[in-house]
């Protein structure tokens, strides 16, 4: 049986306590074309299955509902069935699993969460923000892993009191910070009109990356994979 859900944690849960005893249970939060043969199963959020499902999982193990909030954050195609497997795992032995690295369950799962917290690490020094003519800070970003809220308390340390938006163009989201609160907000498309000494900081950003970089030892395979191609597209510098 595949069982479709909407990607969140609540409907995961409800998901989990209904594929559970499933030995052939597939869990999806996107499109899958079924095989002849397969039945699909359309599973909505209930709070109450969710909240018992909850309690079952910390008692067997307090600290995995957070590495579940990471797992469904990944941008992975297979992070539905990795956290899945996990989960199930957790269920089977009774205890934490982190550990048991030999299991392939454990080690997909473990993977998949570094990369996420990995890419939380980048963004602190890779996100690039511009002033706005209202004194506000911008910063457009497209992540492979959903992350914008986990990286935006760096910044609010970091910038306070400055207002600014974290946007995720991809995902069409924003974390915002509006000078006192903290709020996530769907946001398809940013109009934005520039300060005036913002051309200049790009140039500042411009300068430094020529001031730096020696010509005569440029290792560009080596400059990729600290800073991967894929995010250059929101560096003013590249």
Not at 106 to 112: I, L
Request: proline share 5%; glycine share 4%.
């Amino acid at each position: 049986m595949i069982y479709f859900y909407d990607g969140t944690k609540d409907a995961f849960l409800t998901a989990f306590l209904l594929a559970y005893p499933d030995e052939e249970a597939v869990l999806v939060s996107g499109t899958k074309q079924l095989s002849v043969g397969q039945n699909a199963a359309f599973v909505r959020s209930d709070p109450d299955r969710a909240r018992r499902a909850e309690a079952r999982l910390k008692e067997l193990d307090r600290d995995c509902l957070k590495e579940l909030d990471l797992l469904l954050r990944s941008g992975q195609e297979d992070r539905d069935t990795v956290a899945f497997e996990y989960f199930r795992l957790i269920a089977a032995r009774g205890c934490p699993v982190r550990k048991m690295l030999a299991e392939d369950a454990v080690f997909a799962a473990m993977e998949c969460i570094r990369r996420v917290e990995f890419e939380v690490h980048r963004f602190h020094g890779f996100l690039r923000f511009m002033e706005s003519a209202s004194g506000a800070l911008y910063a457009p970003f497209a992540p492979d892993n959903d992350i914008c809220d986990l990286i935006l308390p760096h910044f609010r340390t970091r910038l306070a009191p400055i207002p600014f938006v974290i946007h995720d163009v991809g995902r069409k989201k924003a974390a915002i910070f509006d000078g006192d609160h903290v709020f996530t907000a769907p946001l398809e498309k940013a109009e934005l009109a520039l300060s005036s000494d913002e051309e200049e900081w790009q140039d500042l950003w411009k300068h430094y990356y020529k001031s730096v970089n020696i010509p005569s030892r440029e290792r560009l395979k080596q400059m990729r994979g600290y800073m991967p191609v894929r995010y250059w597209k929101f560096m003013p510098e590249k």
